[in-house]
């Protein structure tokens, strides 16, 4: 199994990013998707999630309206549309694969983001 993020980088303060998660070594549609992320000496945090079929989306209150998560089941890959970028999005994001079903979840090896002028 193997999720590998893409799309990380600078931006500056209201700036857009689109970060990637490809995924392999599972049946992608089965799992939900969801992306997480992680600030200097603090908790990882859920930012967004998105059901297998893709019809089901879940954000974070401080990420709502700016944030847009979305797969593309055909290439196996999970996305997270990134506009009005702050600050405090600041961070290493990850992708997450679980399905409700069994227990364990995989994780991506992160992408870091960095909003700042």
């Known amino acids: 199994v193997q999720l590998v993020e893409s799309g990380g980088g600078l931006v500056q303060p209201g700036g857009s990013l689109r970060l990637s998660c490809a995924a392999s070594?599972?049946?992608?549609?089965?799992?939900?998707m969801s992306w997480h992320r992680q600030a200097p000496g603090k908790e990882r945090e859920l930012v967004a999630s998105i059901s297998g079929t893709g019809g089901s989306t879940n954000y974070a209150d401080i990420v709502k309206g700016r944030f847009t998560i979305s797969r593309d089941n055909a290439k196996n890959t999970v996305y997270l549309q990134m506009n009005s970028l702050k600050p405090e999005d600041t961070a290493v994001y990850y992708c997450k694969a679980y399905n409700l079903r069994r227990p364990g979840a995989y994780w991506g090896q992160g992408t870091q983001v960095t909003v700042s002028s």
């Open positions: 070594g599972f049946t992608f549609s089965s799992y939900y």
